[in-house]
C-alpha cells in the first residue's frame, strides 16, 4: 500500500478507548482514501460504533492513544459539531431528523440562510434542491420529513452531508429498512460520492452488501484489527474468521424432521387497505418464510395473528379449531409467542435487568402469594442465559447496555419461556453480526425439530431461502406464491415479490 499522504482523506492510528471496566478499543487503525468505500465490519461489541464515534467528536480517545490525521493534518475533533463543519458526516441507523420541519430546514438546520432578520427562504430551497437533484433524488425541499419513507429521509441525511462539504461520509447499518430497490438507488448514490473523491466508510452486517458496494474491508474483534483486506481478493470465510476467530460451517441450517399436525390456518384473512384474501398453513416441525418487499403487509398479518390488529374478515382456526384472536392475551393463550422486528421499542425494557426483561411474558404464570416469585424468575434466566448462551455479566444487567445479538437472544428467551407452540420471528437477525446469526440460525432450526412451528420474515433473501421449509411470498398485501424444495430459487422468489396489480387480475 502507498504512503503517499495525498491518497488518503484519513488515517486513525493506534487508537484507545477505555469505559469504565471495559477496553473497547486497544491500537485500533483505519486509513481511508478518497473516493473508496470501506467497509468496517465485526460483532456487536467489536468496536466499530466506538471507533466512528471518537472520529466524528462523540467521544475523546484514551491519551495514551495515537493520532488521526485527517486530510494530511493531525485533529482531534472536541464535539460532533467541530467534525461536521471539518467534512466528516455520519449517518446514523436511527436518523437523527426533526420531522415537523422541510427537507431545506433539515438540510440546513443551524445555518439557515438570512436575510436581514429572517431566514432567506428562496435561497434555502434553491440550494436545498440543487443538492438533491445531483443526488438524483425525487425529493423536493419544500417537503415535510415526517411525509417521506425511510429511504427518503435517508437521502436527506446524505445531502445534509453533502451541503455541508463531506470529504468522510461514515454510514450505519444504511440499509437496515430499506427494500432491494431502495438499497440499489442507495448503491447508485455511493457510487455517485465516490466518483466525486468523497470517501466513504460502510458499517454493515449484511455480507453480501459489502462485498457488492465496498473496495476494501477492515474487520474489527475485541477493539483489535484483525484483518485489513482487499475485496475482490477474499471469500466470505475470509471476512468470518477474521471477526470471531473461526469459520461458520452450516451457516443456514434447515429442520430436517417431518413436518407434523397442522398448527395454524389462515383462510381468507382481511384488512382493508392492508392485506386481502389471505390464506396459508403451517404446521409442527416446520420453518415457514415470509418474504416480500417492505411495505407488501408481512408484519401486518402477523400482527393481526397474534391480536394486535383485527382483520375485516377471514378465519383463524388453530389446531383445526377456529378461533378468535381479539388481544395479545388471547394469542399467549394459544401458546403463541411473536419476536417483533423493533426489538429496542417493542420486545425489550432497555432500563430493565435481563433478569426481567427474560420473565416479563410469564409474569401471570409466576407468582406465589400474589407476588413476582423472584426464585423462578431467576431461574428462567439461567435457563436461557445457558441455552442460548446470552453473553451478559449477570442477571441484573441492563438489557439496553448488551449488544444486538444478545438483546436479541433476550426477547427470544422471554417468548421461548411460554413454551409456545407457534413462535412468530419478524426479521430475527436485523442489525447483528454474522456470528450471533449463526446461532439464531440454529436455534430456528432446532425448535422447529423439537416440535415447534416457527414462522420468520426476512427481507434477507439468502437468509429465508436457507433457513426456511417453505416460503410464501407477498406482494402489495396478497400472497403470490408457495414454494418448497427445488422450488426455493431466487428466480421464483423476486418473479412473486414483483408481481403487477395486473398479473393478479389475470
Not at 409466576?366 to 416469585?373: A, L, N, S, T
Not at 431461574?379 to 442477571?395: A, C, F, V, W
Not at 425448535?447 to 421449509?469: D, F, K, R, T
Request: glycine share 8%.
Amino acid at each position: 500500500m502507498s504512503d503517499n499522504k495525498n491518497e488518503y482523506v484519513l488515517k486513525m492510528e493506534n487508537i484507545n478507548k477505555t469505559f469504565p471496566g471495559v477496553k473497547a478499543l486497544s491500537g485500533a487503525r483505519l486509513e481511508l482514501k478518497y473516493g473508496e468505500v470501506l467497509a468496517l465490519c465485526g460483532e456487536n461489541g467489536a468496536g466499530k460504533s466506538t471507533l466512528m464515534q471518537i472520529l466524528a467528536g462523540v467521544f475523546p480517545p484514551d491519551k495514551e492513544s495515537g493520532e488521526i490525521v485527517y486530510q494530511g493534518k493531525p485533529v482531534q475533533f472536541k464535539t460532533p459539531n467541530e467534525a461536521k463543519k471539518a467534512g466528516i458526516i455520519m449517518v446514523y441507523q436511527e436518523l437523527s431528523l426533526v420531522k415537523d420541519l422541510s427537507v431545506a430546514e433539515n438540510i440546513f438546520l443551524g445555518s439557515l440562510p438570512m436575510k436581514g432578520k429572517h431566514v432567506d427562504w428562496k435561497t434555502l430551497n434553491q440550494t436545498t434542491q440543487k443538492a438533491l437533484d445531483e443526488l438524483g433524488s425525487p425529493i423536493r425541499a419544500q417537503q415535510i420529513v415526517s411525509s417521506m419513507p425511510i429511504a427518503y429521509q435517508q437521502m436527506v441525511e446524505i445531502a445534509r452531508g453533502i451541503a455541508l462539504g463531506a470529504k468522510v461520509l461514515i454510514l450505519d447499518e444504511p440499509t437496515s429498512s430499506l427494500t432491494e430497490k431502495e438499497k440499489n438507488s442507495l448503491f447508485k448514490i455511493i457510487r455517485l460520492l465516490k466518483s466525486r473523491g468523497i470517501g466513504i466508510i460502510y458499517i454493515s452486517h449484511k455480507m453480501d452488501e459489502i462485498f457488492e458496494i465496498s473496495d476494501r474491508v477492515l474487520v474489527l474483534r475485541d477493539g483489535q484489527p484483525t484483518g485489513n483486506f482487499v475485496t475482490s481478493e477474499i471469500t466470505l470465510d475470509d471476512v468470518i474468521k477474521s471477526m470471531i476467530g473461526r469459520t461458520l460451517d452450516n451457516y443456514y441450517p434447515k429442520c430436517q424432521a417431518k413436518a407434523g399436525k397442522e398448527v395454524l390456518r389462515v383462510e381468507k384473512l382481511t384488512l382493508s387497505g392492508i392485506y386481502k384474501d389471505v390464506s396459508f398453513s403451517i404446521r409442527e416441525r416446520e420453518v415457514v418464510g415470509f418474504y416480500g418487499l417492505v411495505g407488501a403487509g408481512r408484519t401486518e398479518i402477523m400482527e393481526t395473528l397474534f391480536g394486535i390488529r383485527k382483520p375485516d374478515s377471514g378465519d383463524i382456526y388453530i389446531n383445526g379449531e377456529k378461533s378468535r384472536i381479539a388481544s395479545s392475551l388471547d394469542a399467549l393463550k394459544n401458546n403463541m409467542g411473536f419476536v417483533t422486528e423493533n426489538r429496542r421499542g417493542q420486545g425489550l425494557v432497555v432500563d430493565k435487568s435481563c433478569l426481567e426483561n427474560v420473565s416479563l411474558a410469564m409474569l401471570p404464570w409466576i407468582k406465589k402469594y400474589g407476588m413476582v416469585d423472584n426464585k423462578k424468575c431467576l431461574e428462567l434466566y439461567n435457563e436461557y442465559h445457558d441455552k442460548l448462551r446470552i453473553s451478559s455479566p449477570g442477571p441484573e444487567q441492563r438489557v439496553g447496555f448488551l449488544s444486538g445479538g444478545n438483546q436479541q437472544k433476550v426477547v427470544i428467551a422471554k417468548w421461548l419461556a411460554l413454551n409456545p407452540k407457534l413462535l412468530i420471528l419478524d426479521e430475527p437477525t436485523r442489525g447483528i453480526d454474522v456470528g450471533s446469526k449463526a446461532e439464531i440460525h440454529k436455534l430456528i432450526a432446532q425448535l422447529a425439530e423439537s416440535g415447534v412451528a416457527v414462522i420468520v420474515i426476512s427481507s434477507e433473501m439468502p437468509e429465508i431461502m436457507g433457513i426456511s421449509n417453505r416460503i410464501y411470498t407477498i406482494a402489495q398485501g396478497q400472497i403470490t406464491g408457495e414454494f418448497s424444495g427445488l422450488e426455493i430459487t431466487e428466480e421464483n422468489m423476486m418473479r412473486a415479490i414483483t408481481i403487477t396489480d395486473s398479473r393478479k387480475e389475470a
